[in-house]
């Protein structure tokens, strides 16, 4: 697995006993959901605006049409989970993001998300606006370095 790049965005969550199944482990339902929490905060740590803002206020839209996971370990309440966000590629009218789950210094799961722009109010694809773009370029310059 290639390494993340330094300017991974970590964002931490809390595990807790509702997230888990009868086996005292996340329940893996819960898995893709924690991705999706630790990718909206990305934006709102780099662009000021989460999922929510950027449909309401923007209205950009960014519905995901792929989400691969990889499990490595199980996920429990023991320690928070730590999930180092980063853009990984972009495309004439896509964003794709990697996250790594990791708790107590093992990696549990490894996600690759795609998600394409849209007008968000007649759901028609887009380009990426200009200041999204700008933002993104030296995450991906980083990401590039590591074949991420």
């Known amino acids: ?30 898995l893709p959901g924690f991705v999706l929490d630790a990718i909206n905060a990305w934006w709102e740590e780099h662009l000021g605006q989460g999922w929510y803002q950027l449909e309401l206020d923007r ?34 009218s896509s964003i794709g993001f990697r996250v790594d789950g990791e708790q107590d210094g093992r990696i549990c799961f490894s996600a690759q998300t795609l998600s394409v722009f849209v007008v968000a109010d007649v759901f028609n694809k887009r380009a990426p606006p200009d200041d999204i773009k700008g933002l993104l370029q030296p995450f991906l310059e980083h990401a590039a370095e590591l074949g991420t």
């Not at 970590?10 to 086996?23: F, K, Q």
């Not at 996971?69 to 309440?77: E, G, H, I, S």
Request: aromatic content about 10%.
């Open 59 to 92: 209205n950009i839209g960014t519905p995901f049409v792929r989400l691969e996971m990889d499990f490595k370990a199980p996920v429990t309440p023991r320690h928070r989970l730590i999930c180092h966000v980063w853009p990984s590629n972009l495309g004439q």
């Open 1 to 30: 697995m290639p390494s993340r790049p330094g300017s991974a965005y970590e964002h931490v969550i809390r595990v807790t006993w509702g997230d888990c199944d009868p086996a005292k482990i996340a329940y893996t339902g819960r």
